[in-house]
């Protein structure tokens, strides 16, 4: 079965260094890829989309990778500052969007 | 710019009591969706909505009915709470077009006791 991996629970990073999450996947070949900010008792926001073809994308301070050889995506924050602060889900897809299918998250606190 | 509007946002319910977490979106999206999110584990889908009318089982949809009312709202009804249902409960809704970027409510927090 698909199976998704945020590389931990927890990161506590630097103000002003660069924030590296990763996600990864098995068992599944998705067309795209997904990256939500959620911050606590909120829905999660979509931030990025990267689909399989792409091997990179960016917006403003972020920047995603996805490699569909290690079946892994790399979610950068650089710059990062305590508002960055949050969790931050991956979201795998193919087809519609019913068909998604979210990692567990990843905790980021950046400490001033 | 409300988006997706959930309500109640917390509830405590006792073991087979029934009730209803409301959903509507303003965005004049056509794709509405329910997921529970549970401590360690992703967001899972519950039930959609491809369009008004109509409604679909997901991945866990046991215990669980829907009702597309229009396309603005969408229902979610748990008819005998269990234990097991306690969760955090989230409405999203998508446009008919696109890259499938969900719009997520503020979520349902359900406590069954």
């Known amino acids: 079965s698909q199976k998704i991996e945020q590389n931990s629970e927890a990161l506590n990073i630097q103000e002003g260094k660069t924030a590296t999450l990763t996600c990864n996947y098995t068992?599944?070949?998705?067309?795209?890829l997904q990256w939500y900010r959620q911050d606590p008792g909120r829905g999660p926001v979509f931030l990025l989309l990267?689909?399989?073809?792409?091997k990179e994308k960016r917006k403003e301070r972020l920047k995603v990778t996805f490699d569909t050889t290690l079946k892994q995506s790399l979610f950068h924050i650089t710059a990062s500052q305590p508002a960055d602060s949050a969790t931050y889900l991956c979201?795998?897809?193919?087809?519609?969007?019913?068909?998604?299918?979210f990692g567990s998250g990843t905790q980021l606190t950046v400490l001033p | 710019n409300a988006g997706v509007t959930q309500t109640p946002k917390f509830q405590v319910l006792k073991t087979g009591q029934s009730m209803t977490l409301q959903c509507a979106q303003d965005?004049?999206?056509?794709?509405m969706y329910w997921y529970r999110q549970d401590p360690g584990m992703g967001l899972r889908l519950i039930y959609y909505?491809?369009?008004?009318?109509?409604?679909d089982k997901g991945e866990v949809p046991n215990g669980y009915n829907v009702s597309r009312l229009n396309k603005r709202e969408f229902s979610l009804r748990l008819e005998s709470a269990a234990p097991s249902q306690t969760s955090v409960y989230f409405c999203?809704?998508?446009?008919?077009?696109?890259?499938?970027?969900?719009?997520f409510g503020a979520g349902s927090r359900l406590t069954v006791l």
């Open positions: 965005m004049n999206h056509n794709s």
């Open positions: 999203a809704s998508r446009a008919g077009y696109g890259a499938n970027v969900l719009t």
């Open positions: 068992n599944y070949s998705p067309a795209y």
């Open positions: 990267i689909r399989e073809n792409e």
């Open positions: 979201a795998l897809g193919s087809g519609s969007a019913r068909q998604l299918t």
């Open positions: 909505s491809a369009s008004e009318g109509t409604t």
